[in-house]
């Protein structure tokens, strides 16, 4: 029981100084982004880099109160806080502000805050609470649907609000699901399914002539489908019943390919099926579509290996990025720091990544485990998308980049989302479950 | 089934998502150049600074052409906030319609760069615009030339000029579209000279377009340099006074300085007002002028091919001696039976022959030419001697596009061997068939350009200079090599003396054809008429000339279609013009001459 009483004992230091180390890198690559002549004071209130620097020390205060907690508290009021927070996510679709299309804003004087970001610990909180309860196993059915409720609630209601990017974080639940048993399978099928959605809409557009027979391209993956499984039902031929499965996988998959065409018009929105055919290069649309992307991509690769330097990148300085302090952060790093830059960044963020998957597994308590999990997953996702998008990897999905990206609400959340994590690590050895 | 192993599949997925993207970027940011490019190209725009085009001047240093201040109105449709779109319609006096297709046109072009949106605002109306502009933001103003022109003369010497099309971008690199370039005349020959060279100024602009300070302080910048100014060889007093004598009629008037073959005027008419083909005025006035019945545009002292008539006996007389198959006083009688006379003595000699103009002479004279008796057989003889005309006749400038410096200009047609051969067979033809060309008709075919250098090529004894329009160019010795490379025709001075005299004798002998040349004593004009048969109407009247006698300075042709005999149209036209070269002003005497010119309308008998 040493260090009871003691803040910071058992804290891991590993992640608070990375914390801190990214959170910096965010403050001054913010001021390189909307950096101002008039406004050269990196202190400046009026100016985004002013601003940031007040959030970051509020979300150091938020940090140091969820310290003082107790880890117990967390593990009690994890339903409590949920529920709120979903009241909340109700709250704003009602009385919430719209901005860029969004509404999922509530305007407090001249600040916005936006509670979906808060959503995510909130459910990260639940799904640990609800796993770690005695006598759950994930191979029963009715644990799958009850956790696909927890996680499957609030990402409803923010895709009420609007909110595309945000929903899909809650993606992200399928790494914590997958360590705590749910099937191998499900990733496999899921990995399969996207692949065949982006083949058949590449294909799609395209056609083939063999011997003079004109072949559209998703009727050609099809029959390629069927070579496929009728081969694999002959090699098998000797396991009972496994044709079934085998027929029944291809008429899916068929079905699949055959409804591409309408998902992409009836259930996705233009500009949505418009970014995904930027990225796979269907369609060119530089000034549309396809500006940011490029524009992106120009502004980091013309940083070449070392950069143009702290506050000398063109790109950023005149503009032709948008949304460069937030969800465009990471060009301003690439232009300015080059190569080696992003190489640190990159690298930073894998550290802290596996270092919370070393955290998590530690833990002799499941909540904290699946806790653990669920911080390391939606970081993760959020680095996925972000970073993934300003290199032409991803499709242009607004989310941010964490710890770095300009915005109270998402700091706070993120702040939050990892410092209960590391109440809970340092608390680990007082608990027994 | 043991779940903590699937620690590491997590971790390694995260970990292979960062590899990806670490070598995603190494690849983007050190490998690949292109970006770097694009990034350059995004933050660096070149800003065109447009020459003034060059300066045209006459030959007496009188400004002809300069340039006049017009402004486009631009605009970067990104920039422009919420107008009102009524108000700007009146300032600029476009319908609401038009205001619209043209915003959608540049926005089409580019929401991020400038394009044009009205072209060439007066200056006038600019003064008004200019205090209202800043209502209007993402509109500005640009600064560009246009063509004046003084005088509102010498609308086919000059040309226009217009902007380049798509094959003149697409094949002469240095155009970029908008560009102006000279579409005809001494604009489009003299179009490298005058048109200077574009200067670029790279400024760093933000994503706006908003300019952010010079790029590398500007040491990559350069200057605009001004288009060369041009002296032509016109004499615009001149000119002005044969498009005046000219007015209401059809034809040309060339006059070139013999000793130079530098022109002093080229006048076709019907013409036009060049400043009606400026700016734009173009798309209004051009298809009004390309549609006349009188075709003001075709420019008739170069494109109009005409049977000479008879001022082409001098070149058949000059060729006959030249030959030797008649002499200085060669007689033939003045028999109508082959080809029609008026009454006239007959003429006992040559320069005689020339001052009469009798058709039968000149029957006799070719037939000479072409039938020597070289051969047994009439149609090879006739061959031959047709293939040595022809050769000799072209010598003279004839049936060849003369190298001038001018855009369109025609070679007219000398028949030859081939082209009989072809017409009526090998073997078919022979002097019989051909003799028309005797007295300048038939198939002939010659511009009056020609014609005034034929003149030029009698008053220098022998030889011409390929008549040009440019004198000096600014800042460069000398002018292109072929307008002072003498051409001879290869006939002695002795028998063009014959044909001068001759030729003296058309306008001061009894029985000369056109006494109406004479302008007074002090000036020896010679001359020959021609009446141009014509199958559709009225004949053309032609007239060549030069003066004085002894130290000629300006030969001239005269080409007056529709007007009937050369002695009674074209040869008073001619004597005026000369005097007004040589003398400056017209004498009291020749007045009631000028003033039956200037009355005269050919145009309103003509029409139907």
Not at chain 1, 396 to 424: A, E, R
Not at chain 2, 54 to 65: K, P, Q, T
Not at chain 2, 221 to 243: C, H, P
Request: proline share 4%; net charge positive; hydrophobic share 45%.
């Amino acid at each position: 029981m040493r260090n009871y009483r003691s803040i910071f004992g058992n804290v891991d230091w590993v992640i608070i100084l990375l914390y801190l180390l990214l959170v910096f890198i965010g403050w001054i690559n913010i001021y390189a982004a909307v950096y101002n002549e008039e406004h050269h004071s990196i202190f400046d209130i009026s100016q985004r880099y002013g601003k940031q620097l007040l959030w970051i020390g509020l979300a150091l205060i938020l940090a140091f109160i969820i310290l003082l907690f107790d880890g117990q508290f967390f593990t009690s009021f994890a339903f409590p806080i949920y529920a709120g927070m979903l009241l909340l996510l109700i709250a704003v679709l009602l009385f919430g502000t719209e901005i860029k299309g969004a509404r999922s804003w509530f305007k407090i004087g001249s600040f916005a805050i936006q509670p979906s970001e808060f959503a995510k610990f909130a459910t990260g909180l639940a799904l640990a609470k609800y796993l770690s309860t005695l006598n759950i196993k994930m191979e029963k059915v009715k644990t799958k649907l009850l956790a696909s409720v927890i996680i499957g609630l609030p990402a409803a209601l923010i895709l009420l609000q609007n909110d595309t990017g945000s929903t899909l974080v809650y993606v992200a639940f399928i790494f914590v699901l997958y360590r705590e048993g749910l099937s191998g399978n499900v990733l496999l099928v899921g990995i399969f399914t996207a692949i065949l959605f982006v083949l058949s809409l590449i294909l799609r557009i395209q056609s083939f002539n063999f011997w003079n027979v004109e072949l559209s391209g998703d009727k050609l993956l099809i029959i390629i489908l069927a070579m496929f499984a009728a081969i694999s039902i002959y090699i098998t031929k000797k396991i009972k019943k496994l044709w079934l499965i085998i027929s029944a996988i291809f008429i899916l998959s068929a079905g699949l390919v055959f409804s591409v065409d309408y998902i992409f018009e009836n259930v996705l929105s233009p500009h949505q099926s418009k970014r995904i055919n930027v990225l796979l290069g269907i369609e060119s649309d530089p000034h549309g579509a396809g500006y940011n992307v490029n524009q992106s991509l120009i502004a980091i690769g013309s940083g070449g290996s070392t950069g143009k330097g702290f506050l000398e990148g063109t790109q950023t300085k005149f503009n032709f990025v948008p949304e460069q302090s937030t969800d465009f952060i990471f060009c301003t790093i690439g232009e300015e720091w080059g190569f080696i830059g992003t190489f640190f960044l990159i690298a930073a963020y894998l550290v802290i990544f596996l270092r919370l998957l070393f955290l998590a597994e530690r833990q002799r308590s499941m909540f904290s485990r699946i806790y653990g999990y669920s911080v390391a997953s939606i970081l993760f996702f959020h680095f996925l998308i972000n970073i993934g998008m300003t290199i032409g990897l991803a499709p242009v999905i607004g989310i941010p980049l964490p710890f770095i990206s300009y915005g109270g609400s998402s700091l706070w959340s993120f702040t939050i989302l990892l410092f209960i994590f590391v109440k809970l690590d340092s608390e680990r050895l007082l608990v027994l479950r | 089934m043991n779940l903590s192993n699937r620690k590491f599949i997590v971790g390694l997925i995260f970990l292979l998502i960062g590899i990806i993207y670490i070598i995603r970027l190494f690849n983007v940011q050190v490998l690949n150049d292109k970006y770097k490019l694009d990034s350059d190209n995004n933050v660096m725009r070149e800003i065109i600074q447009y020459p003034a085009r060059g300066l045209i001047y006459d030959r007496n240093g009188e400004l002809l052409v300069y340039n006049e201040a017009a402004y486009d109105l631009m605009v970067v449709p990104k920039l422009v906030k919420e107008i009102d779109t009524l108000d700007f319609c009146k300032l600029f006096e476009i319908q609401i319609d038009e205001f619209r297709e043209k915003f959608s046109k540049a926005k089409n072009y580019s929401r991020y760069k400038p394009s044009t949106f009205l072209k060439e605002i007066s200056s006038i109306s600019y003064a008004n615009i200019q205090e209202q502009l800043f209502k209007y933001p993402g509109f500005y103003v640009q600064t560009r030339t246009l063509r004046k022109y003084p005088r509102n003369s010498a609308a086919h010497i000059l040309g226009y000029i217009g902007e380049v099309n798509q094959s003149t971008i697409d094949n002469r690199p240095y155009y970029k579209s908008g560009d102006y370039i000279g579409k005809s005349g001494l604009e489009y020959s003299y179009e490298k000279l005058l048109r200077g060279t574009r200067g670029v100024k790279r400024v760093l602009v933000d994503v706006h377009n908003r300019e952010k300070g010079s790029y590398q302080n500007g040491v990559m910048d350069t200057m605009a340099v001004t288009g060369t100014v041009i002296y032509t060889t016109i004499d615009i007093v001149l000119q002005e006074y044969g498009e005046l004598l000219l007015q209401n009629k059809k034809g040309s008037i060339v006059a070139i300085e013999p000793k130079t073959g530098e022109i002093l005027s080229l006048v076709s008419a019907p013409d036009y007002d060049p400043n009606m083909l400026v700016g734009r005025a173009v798309k209004k006035n051009y298809p009004i002028l390309s549609k006349d019945t009188l075709n003001p545009l075709f420019n008739r002292a170069i494109m109009a091919k005409y049977p000479p008539g008879s001022i082409f006996k001098t070149v058949q007389a000059m060729i006959g001696l030249q030959a030797g198959v008649i002499s200085e006083n060669s007689s033939f009688a003045c028999n109508k039976s082959f080809v029609g006379c008026h009454n006239h003595p007959t003429a006992t000699n040559v320069s005689a022959s020339v001052k009469m103009s009798c058709n039968p002479y000149y029957y006799n004279v070719f037939r000479r030419i072409i039938q020597q008796k070289r051969v047994k057989s009439i149609f090879k003889d006739s061959e031959l001697g047709l293939s040595i005309w022809s050769k000799q006749v072209k010598k003279f400038g004839f049936g060849r596009r003369l190298e001038t410096d001018f855009p369109g200009i025609k070679s007219g047609f000398v028949p030859d061997v081939p082209f009989y051969n072809k017409w009526y067979g090998e073997g078919r033809w022979a002097f019989s068939t051909i003799y028309s060309l005797s007295i300048g008709q038939g198939e002939l075919g010659v511009i009056p350009l020609q014609m005034a250098n034929l003149s030029a090529t009698i008053a220098n004894n022998g030889y011409y200079y390929v008549p040009h329009f440019i004198k000096t160019i600014d800042k460069i010795d000398g002018i292109p090599a072929i307008y002072t490379k003498k051409h001879s025709i290869e006939i002695d001075k002795k028998y063009i003396d014959i044909v001068t005299q001759g030729m003296y004798g058309v306008v001061y002998e009894p029985g000369g054809t056109a006494r109406r040349a004479r302008i007074h004593d002090s000036i020896i004009v010679c001359g020959k008429t021609g009446t141009a048969q014509n199958p559709h109407g009225e004949d053309h009247s032609v007239f060549i000339a030069f003066a004085p006698k002894d130290n000629p300075q300006i030969a001239i042709a005269v080409y007056v279609e529709n007007a009937g005999g050369g002695g009674r149209w074209a040869a008073p036209i001619a004597s005026l013009m000369i005097e007004k070269y040589l003398t400056d002003s017209i004498a009291i005497r020749n007045k009631p001459k000028e003033q039956l010119i200037l009355e005269t309308n050919f145009l309103a008998a003509g029409k139907p």
